[in-house]
């Protein structure tokens, strides 16, 4: 299956820790990528490979991986981290992308 | 830097057929694999396929598969997705990204590194 699989919504206390699940198949074999979007700007990048951050992304973005599930955790949330997160991956030949449906983060 | 420019935003009728262009400077164009993922209002982000600027080639979502033309214009560095028989459901956003993948062990990982700002695409009669 190529299928990714995200809770629809999520959310954290102000300074408190949040992990955003995605679930599928090709996580086995194929790391997740990450994405950060806010209303009406393109997404970002946020975490990528085993968990790597691209320049300007804060350390309190992290990522891990185990079987089928891959997660992207928040540690310490603010304000400006209520975004929608998507995750990425490739399906089980490699020529074909697929998303995750989107998990809406929401700080309290 | 690099950056990804997208054409501006486009209004069609159903029927009719739309081009997006994305123009990549700051890097080796050929060197990087671009694809195009669209987003309908209030939606999720829509993986729509890729090319290879190098070679040209491509592969595209069996859900686009007869309606979209992914090409590109290397002298120019600019990647083009063209998407024809419009229907009311395509009104999306439409965002070229630039993909990287590397491999660890037995592992492979992909990801869009850059993004083009958006193009909105609204098909209405």
């Known amino acids: 299956s190529s299928e990714l699989t995200q809770d629809p919504a999520v959310s954290v206390a102000l300074g408190q820790t949040v992990r955003i699940t995605c679930q599928g198949d090709s996580l086995r074999s194929y790391y997740a990528s990450w994405y950060q979007q806010k209303p009406g700007q393109a997404p970002v990048l946020v975490i990528y490979g085993k968990n790597n951050r691209p320049s300007g992304i804060p350390d309190r973005f992290s990522g891990s991986s185990s079987g089928n599930t891959a997660s992207l955790t928040i540690t310490g949330a603010q304000a400006e981290d209520e975004a929608d997160y998507y995750c990425n991956s490739r399906d089980s030949s490699g020529n074909q992308a697929v998303f995750g449906g989107g998990t809406k983060l929401t700080v309290l | 830097q690099v950056q990804l420019v997208q054409s501006g935003a486009e209004v069609k009728k159903p029927g009719a057929s739309v081009k997006v262009s994305c123009k990549a400077s700051g890097y080796t164009f050929t060197g990087y694999y671009m694809h195009w993922v669209r987003q309908a209002p209030g939606q999720g982000l829509e993986w729509m396929g890729w090319?290879?600027?190098?070679?040209?080639?491509?592969n595209y979502a069996q859900k686009f598969q007869g309606r979209v033309t992914m090409t590109r214009d290397t002298s120019i560095s600019t990647a083009y997705m063209e998407l024809s028989r419009l229907r009311s459901d395509d009104t999306a956003v439409y965002y070229c990204a630039r993909d990287r993948g590397y491999t660890t062990g037995t592992t492979t990982s992909y990801y869009f590194d850059y993004w083009g700002q958006g193009t909105l695409v609204t098909v209405s009669s």
């Open positions: 090319i290879n600027p190098n070679s040209g080639g491509t």
